[in-house]
Nanobody, 122 residues
Framework: EVQLQASGGGLVQAGGSLRLSCAASGFTFEEDAIGWFRQAPGKEREGVACISRGGSSRWYPDFLEGRFIISSDNAKNTVDLQMNSLKPEDTAVYYC???????????????WGKGTQVTVSS
């Protein structure tokens, strides 16, 4: 079965760091882009990072203020998200997703992972 699964979430105090990992099974990364998204209860999904095939292009929303870093390891079929200086407003379920042709878009991704909970306490 082709799937993505995010892992590495947990409970962390404000100002701390977490590293999330997105693992692919049933296929190797050959899509145009892999993205990380998050969703808090009652809120829409929002993108927090995107990386192109080969890692040559990366995107982050301005509201993160440079706190997150996305990276890929094709040999391991993983895409990681290093999250630093975490804030309570970062609390959400984090998902990775792949798009076969195009850039990251929360409504146009082709394959979604199961997600991992990140909770940031004050």
């Amino acid at each position: 079965e082709v799937q993505l699964q995010a892992s590495g979430g947990g409970l962390v105090q404000a100002g701390g760091s977490l590293r999330l990992s997105c693992a692919a099974s049933g296929f190797t990364f050959e899509e145009d882009a892999i993205g990380w998204f998050r969703q808090a209860p009652g809120k829409e999904r929002e993108g927090v990072a995107c990386i192109s095939r080969g890692g040559s292009s990366r995107w982050y929303p301005d509201f993160l203020e440079g706190r997150f870093i996305i990276s890929s390891d094709n040999a391991k079929n993983t895409v990681d998200l290093q999250m630093n200086s975490l804030k309570p407003e970062d609390t959400a379920v984090y998902y990775c997703a792949a798009r076969r042709s195009g850039w990251c878009n929360p409504y146009m991704m082709d394959l979604w992972g199961k997600g991992t909970q990140v909770t940031v306490s004050s």
